[in-house]
């Protein structure tokens, strides 16, 4: 490349910035004013015995906030209720998340409607479906009677949500179905970018459906599932809504998350020092786990 192709790139990059600067600017202030700045305020918090509401002038304590987290009980059970529910439910809604957009991507009448059905409980509040799903889950709820229905009366009706062993798998189901429409819009922006021609050219090679779509479908989502995966996997740490309104952490901590562990801390004992050590320790854990799914999928990715 000669000098005056350099300039002329260089020239091209430099155009391209400045136009995209106005565009990147707002989402850079709120960025940097709802996410940095209480971030590093945060970061300093933990450093202090700072409490919610008392007289007493907040005073640097060093690192006994974080000494005390190696032995809080509560926030390991929480932690790895937190790691248990990522392991289920990522896979689960992305593989659901795939092949709802799969069906509806085909070209069949009524496919807009099906499209409008799966994305509808993204686009209700976490709340409002929660609330909904307690009083399904109840022992005298719409499900204990189906499927007391389906066995003939066969079936003893069980408080979901109460019962140690299925509480947790009960809000990772509801979780799964109302966070799989997002998912499986993205899936479907990516399916539709797929060139027919690969389609029609695999065809023509002798290539059934279950190998166009091993060998053309998934690699060309490969970036779109990257995305999938590590989006799925923040919002599933994020855990909080579902919990804190169906079991508040129970039955006896079975449902327990570090979401829930830091609100109790923060605003219910006041221990606001605490758990902003709580919270930055969280979120190194959870960008840790994303660098590394990131990794591990870049390494993936080379081997196509």
Known sequence: MNKAEKSRKMSYKQRGLKQALPFLLPASILLFVFLIIPFFFAFYLSFTNTRLISPIPPRFVGFSNYVRMLGDDLFGKALLNNFYFVAIVV???????????????????????????????????????????????????????????????????????????????TIMFLSIWQGVGFQMLIFLAGLQEIPESLYEAATIDGANKWKQFIYITLPQLKNTSIFVIISTTILAFKLFDQVYIMTSGGPNYSTYTVML???????????????????????????????????????EREVF
């Open 91 to 169: 896979p689960l809604q992305t593989i659901f998340a795939l092949f709802l957009a799969i069906l509806v991507n085909q070209k069949i009448k009524g496919s807009t409607t099906f499209r409008t059905i799966y994305f509808l409980p993204t686009v209700t509040t976490m709340v409002v479906v929660a609330v909904i799903w307690t009083f399904l889950y109840h022992p005298e709820g719409t499900i204990n009677a189906i499927l007391s229905f389906i066995t003939f009366g066969n079936w003893e009706p069980i408080d979901f949500l109460s019962t140690e062993r299925i509480a947790f798998p």
């Open 261 to 299: 562990h830091i609100y109790n801390q923060g605003f219910r004992m006041q221990n606001v020092g605490y758990a902003s050590s709580l919270t930055v320790i969280f979120f190194l854990i959870i960008l840790g786990v994303s660098l590394i799914q990131r990794i591990l999928l870049r390494e």
